[in-house]
């Protein structure tokens, strides 16, 4: 599957951006799929995920009640809603795809992403 990550930007600290993550190649639905980020000079990390059908979501801590993911498989999308973002938000983001065969799993783990995308910087101005 490939992946195409796009919606990153410049905003204000308080704004909100919405980033998309676009599959094309295979069956989208057979995949769960992750938001990572990484900021300037730091490893990869964890922002949100959500499972085949969207019936299950996790989130890192730091994001919890800040950003929404979901997915709509009948246009191939996952989203990343970015709300009341800060600075320390300011990162590339990442969006992946792994293969699963459970319906509620979610991984929060970078090295259990098959398929990433090229990534799209979000800057978070104070």
């Known amino acids: 599957v490939q992946l195409q990550a796009s919606g990153g930007g410049l905003v204000q600290a308080g704004g909100s951006l919405r980033l998309s993550c676009a599959a094309s190649g295979r069956t989208f639905s057979n995949y769960a799929v992750g938001w990572f980020r990484q900021p300037p000079g730091k490893e990869r990390e964890f922002v949100a995920g959500?499972?085949?059908?969207?019936?299950?979501?996790d989130y890192a801590d730091s994001e919890k009640g800040r950003f929404t993911i979901s997915r709509d498989n009948t246009k191939n999308t996952v989203f990343l809603q970015m709300n009341n973002v800060k600075p320390e938000d300011t990162a590339v983001y990442y969006c992946?795809?792994?293969?699963?065969?459970?319906?509620?799993?979610?991984?929060?783990?970078?090295?259990?992403?098959?398929?990433w995308g090229q990534g799209t910087q979000v800057t978070v101005s104070s």
């Open positions: 992946a795809a792994r293969v699963t065969y459970y319906s509620s799993s979610v991984s929060t783990r970078v090295a259990h992403y098959d398929y």
């Open positions: 959500i499972s085949l059908s969207g019936s299950s979501t």
